[in-house]
């Protein structure tokens, strides 16, 4: 089992900037990507952006020049540097963890979940 602990979520102002972590623990060694989803109401899960342990990254689109995933495999972290913000970017975000593959922009093949921090942008 592998744990997932995100935080630093909260209301920020349009064009701020926010920086997300997620704290992994357990049987970190079965994991190869963490990744960041974010649930608007209303909808979906959608992939914001993944992370292999050899620090491949893949994005969604509406993150891919605002946002930036980064990873530390010795503190088994993940962060998520959020700028330029936007009130579309409110959502909940979640940490994910997936043992094989590529984040999937569906959240499809995801092992674990955290629970979530919630982002609020306003305009």
């Known amino acids: 089992q592998v744990q997932l602990v995100e935080s630093g979520g909260g209301l920020v102002q349009a064009g701020g900037s926010l920086r997300l972590s997620c704290a992994a623990s357990?049987?970190?060694?079965?994991?190869?990507?963490l990744a960041w989803y974010r649930q608007a109401p209303g909808k979906l899960h959608n992939l914001v952006a993944g992370i292999t342990s050899l620090g491949r990254t893949n994005y969604a689109d509406s993150g891919k020049d605002r946002f930036t995933i980064s990873r530390d495999n010795a503190k088994n972290e993940v962060y998520l540097q959020m700028n330029s913000l936007k009130p579309e970017d409110t959502a909940v975000y979640y940490c994910?963890?997936?043992?094989?593959?590529?984040?999937?922009?569906?959240?499809?093949?995801?092992?674990?979940w955290g629970k979530g921090t919630l982002v609020t942008v306003s305009s």
């Open positions: 357990g049987s970190i060694g079965s994991i190869n990507v």
């Open positions: 994910a963890a997936r043992k094989t593959g590529l984040a999937t922009s569906s959240g499809y093949g995801i092992d674990y």
